[in-house]
């Protein structure tokens, strides 16, 4: 091998990246850099739950290892499940809503079982798998503000409906109410006359389900 042969193969090495991920370069030619470069690769997938442990032994005789986060089923087997767990219960605690704890998960370069960023549904799963409660920031909610506006269960009160209906009426448009965002409390909008006319509503929705009977 002369000096410039020697030079041409240092200046490919260097450059392998733009080899490597060329248009011109096939499949087969890709499997043929790797030959040239990696001796040996050892894998283990049982050392840590949820990481892959793998070490490559190079051509020149050097020796590396790593780690990968590997893909699980449930958080049984996640890498960092224990973690997690630790971090929603502190966030929990600070009174933190099930979205802003998606958030702060994401920005720790934490994620789901799948690879993927937490958000309000993935946190409320996992708070239903630990057993554990949303966080009540707001404190205990009045029936009615200051404004005029009623909670959930105060709405429930002045009509005499359950707060499970009044959840129903607030999906189906029946009644309005505003939510900054989501899992935050309803402040919901009712005159007299309209407090009234669910009222009727309700009676002759249970006289009718007596006559059925």
């Known amino acids: 091998m002369t000096p410039a042969d020697r030079q041409d193969i240092l200046a490919l090495g260097a450059d392998l990246h733009r080899v490597w991920y060329a248009d011109s370069t096939t499949a ?6 790797l030959r040239f470069v990696i001796k040996e690769v050892i894998v283990d997938q049982k050392r840590k739950p949820g990481q892959v442990w793998f ?8 020796v590396s290892e790593h780690w990968y986060t590997r893909q699980v089923r449930s ?11 630790q971090r929603i219960r502190e966030l ?3 009174g933190k809503l099930d979205d802003e704890i998606a958030v702060i998960l994401n920005d720790e370069g934490l994620h789901t079982t ?12 996992l708070r239903q798998r630990m057993g554990l409660p ?3 920031p707001y404190g205990t ?6 404004d005029g506006g009623f909670s959930v269960r105060g709405a429930a009160e002045a009509i005499g409906v359950y707060p499970g209906t009044i959840h129903k009426w607030l999906r189906t448009g029946r009644i309005y109410g505003e939510q900054p965002r989501k899992g935050t409390p309803w402040k919901i909008s009712l005159s007299d006359r309209e407090i009234r006319d669910l009222q009727n509503y309700v009676q002759r929705a249970r006289h009718s389900k007596r006559e059925a009977l």
């Open 28 to 33: 087969s030619e890709r499997k043929q850099i």
């Open 55 to 62: 070490k490559i032994v190079w051509q020149t005789g050097a």
């Open 75 to 85: 958080y049984d087997e996640h890498a960092f499940a224990e973690h997690i767990e």
């Open 92 to 94: 929990l605690g600070e």
């Open 114 to 125: 799948k690879h993927r960023p937490f958000n309000h549904n993935a946190i409320w799963f």
């Open 134 to 136: 949303p966080a009540k």
């Open 141 to 146: 909610l009045p029936n009615r503000w200051e």
